[in-house]
């Protein structure tokens, strides 16, 4: 949600600020802005309505110049989009930029509004600019003590940056519910919602906890508690390369993504899983000896994550022998929980920053659970910190809002903690080689199901008029139609449902007509033939079918209303990553012929990071 960049240096800081939002783009899209202030404390201010590119032309018509500045891409949460809601928002000398959502916004606005202060916009961020400066008013003192003085005020959650112009050489964060990272250079620093947007400036990262509060000047971190205590923080080196926010030969970074799925699970793959067994020894010397008392495992994500936990719910049951429970983060935080004994709560989240999922995570601390385990792909997140053990899923970025990669590298890391799990709990031998050996041809599998692009593509030409679509499957397969209808949904923009098959018959049979797409995940399992009576059912009723098989189904392409994708072989075990490709590749292709933003799918941002 929303991205923030912020700046100290000793030349000029405009392009910096507006290749780190277009960097940052991905988090939000609907409105942008920057601030900055030259040595003089002369200061612009500069805000559109929609993408950066709209704020990079707006700054081309003015001759920006500035040693230090904040900048801004929204996604709306109090406010409707527009350009007096875009951030930075100020209070005369006082400018922030914030992302979060301030709880008690409307009695501090009232508060202020008794004071004097006029409000421009309708966002909880003005609140903060007003709230500092009448702090500073009342109070004096340095913009670090105003804010520590402010800070109590506010509930809610917030990372934010604020700057006061009359004294250009100092900025300061705040870390409280949403994340923050320092980016440390020489005679320049800057701060950041991710470290994407620093990643071409500097390799030397300070990742803010909760609680910081952080004064930084072209040479100088100060990072203190709430209390105003200086605190120390780890300063990181990363050796990631800017280079793998290109797009390289690809259209779209959903497409490059859908591609990298081979390597992405080869990399989850290396040192974890040999031939013979999973070794997790990452997780510590008695790891073993921990997870053998695991006696029920409760799985916490949103969106797509939820989806690859309901996937792991039917394999942790039927192969490890665990009872498995997997609820939708925001439900399960704000419901009363009966902990069952021995429980392991796993926290599944692509950016380890989803607020629901990291609220589940905190709530389950104060729970009687056995301990947390986040399975993450970004190792400095907040839910990977949090956790008591962590699994991470080497995806690398993963820029597309639509989540494709880190899904199947997250089943890859959940089917690997099955075989571990069951292996301590009488999981035949010859399973788990079986389900290893499974594992290890999946890249090679899935490369194959890659080759069925150009058939995808083709098919996808029929959801053009297409309003609605249905997609069904059983068993293990039932959580990748909800995947698959969760990605078209998502992108293209068509309202698409999932139903595990066996429930057509209790009415979703009722909107079959020549005009409803159903798309069956069909795959050689001992549910087709039962699946093969719900294909029936639409059938009969003149629906559209999209069959995706590796088997002989016993229909003919184009009889009757049918198309049948056939896909090559897959085992049985890894069959709900293998049928997920397909579908990721028909919705990217469906969102193509439809001229959809893929990457930037309107209303959404690749990470929650507020209710
Ligand atoms: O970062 P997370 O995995 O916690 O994100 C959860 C969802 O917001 C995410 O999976 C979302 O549903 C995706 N955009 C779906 O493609």
Redesign the pocket.
Request: proline share 0%; glycine share 8%; aromatic share 0%.
């Given at each position: 949600m929303c991205g923030i960049i912020a700046a100290v240096a000793k030349c000029n800081i405009t392009k910096i600020l507006l290749q780190g939002l277009l960097r940052l783009e991905y988090r939000g899209y609907d409105s942008a802005g920057l601030a900055i202030v030259d040595k003089h404390g002369n200061v612009k201010r500069l805000r559109c309505l929609g993408k950066v590119k709209n704020l990079i032309k707006k700054t081309e018509k003015e001759n920006l110049m500035g040693v230090i500045g904040l900048a801004h891409t929204r996604w709306a949460t109090h406010g409707i989009p527009s350009e007096i809601n875009a951030h930075p928002h100020i209070s005369e000398y006082i400018f922030v930029v914030h992302n979060g959502i301030i709880e008690n916004h409307e009695q501090l606005r009232k508060k202020l509004i008794s004071y004097g202060y006029y409000f421009t916009s309708e966002t909880d961020t003005e609140v903060i600019a007003h709230l500092l400066h009448l702090k500073q008013k009342q109070q004096g003192g340095s913009l670090l003590e105003v804010v520590l003085k402010t800070i109590p005020q506010i509930r809610g959650s917030f990372g934010m940056v604020i700057m006061d112009s009359r004294n250009p050489s100092i900025l300061v964060a705040v870390r409280v519910g949403n994340p923050l990272v320092i980016g440390c250079g020489t005679g320049e620093n800057f701060v950041a919602s991710d470290q994407l947007a620093l990643l071409p400036l500097v390799n030397s990262f300070i990742h803010l906890e909760e609680g910081d509060i952080a004064e930084i000047s072209q040479n100088k971190i100060s990072i203190f508690n709430i209390r105003g205590k200086i605190v120390n923080r780890d300063l990181i080196k990363s050796n990631i390369s800017h280079d793998i926010t290109s797009k390289g030969i690809y259209n779209h970074y959903m497409q490059k993504e859908i591609y990298e799925q081979p390597i992405a699970i080869k990399n989850t793959l290396i040192g974890r899983c040999t031939n013979k067994e999973i070794d997790f020894s990452e997780l510590g010397v008695n790891i073993g000896i921990f997870l053998k008392k695991v006696k029920h495992i409760q799985i916490v994500?949103?969106?797509?994550?939820y989806n690859s936990g309901m996937v792991s719910r039917y394999w942790f049951e039927s192969l490890a022998k665990i009872p498995c429970d997997v609820e939708i983060a925001s439900e399960f935080r704000y419901r009363t929980l009966q902990v069952r004994k021995n429980s392991l709560l796993i926290a599944?989240?692509?950016?380890?920053?989803?607020a629901d999922?990291l609220a589940a995570l905190r709530l389950s601390k104060r729970l009687n659970y056995i301990g947390s385990l986040a399975i993450c792909n970004v190792l400095c997140s907040s839910i990977v910190r949090e956790s008591d053990l962590y699994l991470i899923t080497k995806s690398g970025v993963e820029i597309g809002?639509?989540?494709t990669k880190?899904f199947s590298t997250q089943l890859t890391v959940l089917l690997m903690l099955v075989i571990k799990l069951g292996s301590l709990n009488g999981m035949q031998l010859e399973l788990q080689h079986n389900i290893i050996k499974a594992i290890k041809m999946l890249p090679h599998r899935i490369e194959q199901v890659l080759t069925k692009d150009k058939l995808i593509k083709a098919i996808a030409k029929d959801f053009f008029d297409k309003n609605h679509a249905l997609f069904i499957g059983r068993g293990d397969h039932y959580p990748i139609a909800m995947e698959g209808a969760?990605?078209l949904k998502?992108i293209s923009y068509i309202h698409a449902e999932a139903y595990a098959a066996g429930e057509l018959k209790h009415g979703p049979l009722a909107l079959i007509d020549n005009k409803m797409p159903v798309i069956v995940i069909a795959p050689n399992n001992k549910l087709l033939k039962k699946l093969k009576y719900n294909i029936e059912e639409v059938r009969t009723r003149g629906g559209l079918l999209y069959i995706f098989t590796n088997q002989d189904i016993g229909f003919k392409n184009n009889e009757y209303n049918m198309k049948i994708i056939q896909l090559p072989y897959v085992e049985s075990v890894t069959a709900p990553i293998f049928y997920t490709i397909p579908l990721q590749l028909l919705s990217y292709y469906v969102a193509l012929i439809k001229c959809r933003n893929i990457d930037q799918p309107r209303n959404?941002a690749?990470?929650?990071t507020v209710e």
């Open positions: 994500a949103c969106g797509t994550s599944l989240s692509q950016s380890g920053e989803t999922t809002v639509a989540s880190t969760l990605k998502e959404l690749k990470s929650v």
